[in-house]
């Protein structure tokens, strides 16, 4: 079934059955706004989920406490699913059916997105988001209901060649991806943006995704001598070994990498290895007192002690299904899946409160900004190395 389990296969069918007879009800008529969520508190991928939990959380309070959506209290409501497709999908079934009102969801990850895609396009009510930053979900017409708090995996890396491009035209690159489909997802797109901007490839490494042996991958790097090497589809390990072994080597490369190895937290126990570590970030740091971040200050009025990117991911997350939803009840449109993401797309110059240090607009299925950070092991934190960089539609 093309992945799908027959556990998977039966859930979707149930759900599909319940839906159908249902009794219709006024969408308008509901007096609250519901978020459900399927999330990723237990297993291996916890670390970002309650992350995210907390910061979707959050906003919701600060947005009740200032009176909720046109006069509408907004809820989230959600379950563990310890980062299981089944169990994800099981969760949706549930809380979709307990509540009718539910037009709002948060998945766990892209496999769970792609899974209930067809079941979004079929029930038309519900706009989804998730974990997941991955490419193949940023397509409108494939993902008509869905979209990304973010730049996907491919524009994060094409991020990244145009900072190089700027800095060094005609660098040599290196890619190094893990093996798997959060690691192969961008290789193909950002090898021919490489060669659109000058950028000359020099090898490809793709090593196992829990790799502890680097010693012959570093050896590919000696020999390809890159100016730069980016790491995709890892969140710490191996890149510490890869950096340790490679500058023990005499190897002169800059190291980048992309959303989920950018935390600060996750490069303090790696110490001066981890020093000038470059990556691609789509919002300001928890730390970031920017004049023009008002939303990072009374994150942290919240949250006296630091937050990582997740919880950034899921505020801000949760601050644009809002916005839709309002700009959605402003119109007089029903609550639905295809009103939400008009409203959503109809988002133009928008501003986070400094989450994102520019203005955004939402056309597609992504936010195809970010910028350049360095960690600096002295300071224990990333550091602003670039401007803001917005990649054309």
């Known amino acids: 079934m093309s992945g799908i389990t027959r556990r998977m296969f039966m859930a979707l069918l149930a759900s599909s059955v319940l839906a159908t007879a249902a009794p219709a009800f006024a969408q308008q008529d509901v007096d609250e706004i519901i978020i459900g969520g399927s999330m990723p508190l237990t297993g291996v991928f916890a670390f970002a989920g309650v992350?995210?939990?907390?910061?979707?959380?959050?906003?919701?309070?600060?947005?009740?406490?200032?009176?909720?959506?046109?006069?509408?209290?907004?809820?989230?409501?959600?379950?563990?699913?310890?980062?299981?497709?089944?169990?994800?999908?099981?969760?949706?079934?549930?809380?979709?059916?307990?509540?009718?009102?539910?037009?709002?969801?948060?998945?766990?990850?892209?496999?769970?997105?792609?899974?209930?895609?067809?079941?979004?396009?079929?029930?038309?009510?519900?706009?989804?988001?998730?974990?997941?930053?991955?490419?193949?979900?940023?397509?409108?017409?494939?993902?008509?209901?869905?979209?990304?708090?973010?730049?996907?995996?491919?524009?994060?890396?094409?991020?990244?060649?145009?900072?190089?491009?700027?800095?060094?035209p005609g660098a040599r690159i290196v890619f190094v991806n893990s093996d798997g489909e959060f690691g192969r997802d961008p290789i193909e797109p950002s090898t021919a943006r490489a060669k659109e901007l000058g950028l000359e490839v020099v090898e490809q490494i793709i090593t196992p995704p829990g790799a502890v042996d680097v010693s012959t991958e570093v050896l590919k790097l000696r020999r390809a001598r890159p100016d730069y090497t980016i790491f995709h589809g890892y969140i710490l390990s191996p890149l510490p070994e890869f950096m340790t072994q490679a500058r023990q080597l005499g190897l002169e490369t800059k190291?980048?990498?992309?959303?989920?190895?950018?935390?600060?937290?996750?490069?303090?126990?790696?110490?001066?290895?981890?020093?000038?570590?470059?990556?691609?970030?789509?919002?300001?740091?928890?730390?970031?007192?920017?004049?023009?971040a008002p939303m990072l200050e009374?994150?942290?009025?919240?949250?006296?002690?630091?937050?990582?990117?997740?919880?950034?991911?899921?505020?801000?997350?949760?601050?644009?299904?809002?916005?839709?939803?309002?700009?959605?009840?402003?119109?007089?449109?029903?609550?639905?899946?295809?009103?939400?993401?008009?409203?959503?797309?109809?988002?133009?110059?928008?501003?986070?409160?400094?989450?994102?240090?520019?203005p955004i607009s939402i056309s597609g299925n992504s936010i195809p900004v970010g910028r350049i950070y360095q960690y600096s092991a002295s300071a224990r934190r990333m550091e602003p190395v670039s401007d803001w960089i917005s990649l054309k539609d």
């Open 255 to 292: 190291f980048m990498g992309t959303f989920w190895s950018m935390d600060s937290s996750i490069w303090e126990d790696v110490g001066e290895h981890a020093d000038g570590f470059m990556g691609v970030m789509p919002y300001r740091y928890y730390y970031d007192d920017a004049a023009d």
């Open 51 to 168: 992350a995210i939990e907390a910061g979707i959380r959050d906003y919701v309070k600060m947005i009740n406490e200032e009176g909720g959506i046109n006069g509408k209290p907004v809820r989230f409501i959600y379950e563990d699913t310890g980062h299981q497709i089944d169990q994800a999908v099981a969760i949706f079934n549930k809380l979709t059916t307990q509540h009718r009102n539910i037009h709002l969801y948060y998945g766990d990850s892209t496999g769970f997105s792609r899974t209930i895609n067809p079941e979004l396009e079929r029930r038309g009510d519900i706009m989804l988001t998730s974990v997941s930053f991955a490419s193949e979900i940023n397509n409108p017409e494939t993902f008509s209901n869905q979209f990304i708090a973010g730049p996907d995996y491919s524009q994060m890396v094409s991020i990244l060649l145009e900072h190089i491009a700027k800095e060094k």
């Open 298 to 358: 009374r994150i942290r009025q919240m949250r006296p002690q630091y937050q990582p990117t997740g919880y950034t991911q899921g505020f801000l997350t949760a601050m644009l299904m809002t916005e839709a939803a309002k700009r959605a009840l402003d119109a007089g449109k029903e609550l639905n899946g295809a009103n939400l993401k008009a409203a959503l797309n109809s988002i133009q110059d928008f501003d986070t409160g400094g989450i994102i240090g520019v």
